[in-house]
């Protein structure tokens, strides 16, 4: 991994972080209850107007052609986006709408829980509408009439309009539910909720513990929505809302709950230990291996950004699997060294830039990556580890250059505008998959806020 010297003193690179900002956070918020968006599906027959509170992963309309249907809110990147949100209202770059979009998107998510795929699946003969070119995609009778109760929380997405999605897809999912709580616990701890919507986060938050300690256990699909099995980063924030969760619960006089929250967090720290992997080869370190499949596969996904993005998703829960932890530096190490040999746009890039960072080895999706979050987390990866270093300016200044470095890289593939697309083509630095996605510019607000508290921690420190 290439250091750099940091930033903090580029008036120029200060300049653009301000207004990428800017722009990131007028973005993202088009995601937030699009309710003037309706999105029609003529082949699925749907017509889709969202609600209020909905999250979309990308507001702007695409059918596979080329772009990705991204018009579904996504337990996952809502949860990413309401948490961003709650960055910008802490900085006062969002006024008290930044609440109103909390409340919808509350109830929004509560409303979910009475979905109930078992009346869907009974429609008779629901295929008609359907083109028949579509009809390999429809979701099948069986696998709609599992999606009622607390299992709607697996459903990986819904439509925006409230209803479950009409789409074969790869489920369950369970990393939805703890990111959930972890963002509304944040929300929850910053004291600006009034009593009517601090009881409904309330409401929220034990459903999705509740839920976090039922399905921890179980097998489910990777953060990519592509391989069953028992996933680091699913792991790992489950692990870390039930950590946060013992705390709230304690504050909120529930001892029993809080206890076995508890002990089950302690208890997937301890199944995350035995996913390290010791491949120490000269001056190769091993890494947290992202996975263990059902099968018993070792699957080529192994070495995955997903372990690095839920070091920063876990943020505030301990050193341990967190960026402070040496086996999670060595991880994004094995990345960088990956991702620098295999993107041709990596190659001779110029001094102070890092490398784009993708998914992992092998990503045929669109052009295979480079995408934005994964850059931009692995550049809050740094700032976290830098922030973490307390009084040890050499090592701070280390971590800051090699977050810098990962930002001048997102920025030479930012066009002068702002819009960040999902990926960027690893040959040709052109923005490509799903334009404008809200995940993208969360990660960016996030990113730039954790580069804030990392330089006020060195000097506060001195």
């Known amino acids: 991994m290439k250091s750099s010297a940091s930033s903090l003193q580029d008036p120029a690179f200060e300049s653009w972080l301000e207004t ?13 209850s699009p309710v003037s968006i309706v999105k029609h599906r003529p082949g ?3 017509t889709i107007r969202p609600l209020a509170g909905a999250i979309v992963a990308s507001p702007v309309l695409a059918d596979y052609n080329p772009d990705p249907d991204y018009f579904f809110h996504w337990f996952r990147d809502s949860a990413v986006v309401i948490d961003a949100l709650r960055l910008l209202y802490a900085e006062g770059r969002v006024g008290d709408e930044a609440l109103q979009h909390l409340r919808d998107f509350t109830r929004f998510s509560l409303d979910l829980n009475r979905l109930d795929g078992r009346a869907a699946a009974a429609v008779e003969d629901r295929s008609a509408c359907v083109a028949p070119e579509l009809l390999q995609y429809l979701r099948e009778d069986h696998d709609l009439a599992k999606a009622f109760g607390d299992l709607v929380t697996a459903e990986t997405r819904v439509n925006p309009d ?3 999605d009409a789409c074969r897809w790869n489920r369950p999912q369970h990393d939805g539910a703890p990111l959930r709580a972890l963002a509304l616990l944040r929300w929850a701890a910053g004291g600006h909720l009034d009593a009517l919507l601090l009881a409904e986060v309330s409401k929220l938050i034990r459903f999705d513990l509740d839920f976090t300690l039922r399905y921890w ?116 190490a094995r990345l960088d060294a990956l991702f620098d040999a295999a993107y041709p746009i990596n190659h001779g890039r110029g001094a102070g830039r890092g490398a784009a960072m993708g998914r992992y080895g092998g990503d045929v999706y669109y052009s295979g990556g480079a995408y934005y979050f994964s850059t931009l987390g692995a550049a809050e ?45 690893q040959r040709s630095g052109a923005q490509t998959s799903a334009k404008q996605l809200a995940w993208s510019h969360a990660a960016f607000i996030s990113c730039v806020s954790t ?12």
Not at 296 to 314: C, E, F, N, T, Y
Not at 384 to 402: F, L, P, T, V, Y
Request: hydrophobic content about 40%; aromatic content about 8%.
């Open 162 to 164: 409230g209803t479950l």
């Open 217 to 332: 256990r179980e097998p489910s699909y990777d953060i990519w929505e592509e391989e069953l099995g028992h996933h680091y980063y699913t792991l790992r924030v489950a692990g870390a809302a039930l950590a946060e969760g013992a705390a709230w619960l304690e504050g909120s006089g529930d001892t029993a709950k809080a206890q076995r929250c508890r002990e089950e967090s302690q208890a997937v720290l301890r199944l995350l230990d035995d996913y390290w992997v010791d491949e120490r080869d000269g001056a190769a370190h091993g890494y947290y291996r992202s996975r263990a499949l059902v099968d018993g596969r070792p699957g080529p996904k192994a070495l995955d950004i997903a372990v690095i993005l839920s070091a920063i998703h876990s943020s505030g829960t301990g050193d341990a699997h967190g960026p402070s932890d040496p086996r999670m530096q060595d991880t994004l």
């Open 20 to 32: 990428q900002l800017r722009h990131s956070a007028a973005a993202m918020l088009t995601s937030i």
């Open 381 to 425: 990866f740094c700032f976290r580890a830098a922030a973490a270093m307390g009084g040890d300016a050499r090592h701070w200044n280390e971590w800051m250059g090699r977050g810098d470095a990962y930002l001048a890289t997102v920025r030479a593939y930012t066009p002068a505008g702002g819009d960040l697309s999902e990926q960027f083509d």
């Open 451 to 462: 580069r804030r508290i990392a330089a006020a921690a060195c000097e506060a420190s001195q």
């Open 44 to 46: 699925f027959g749907q």
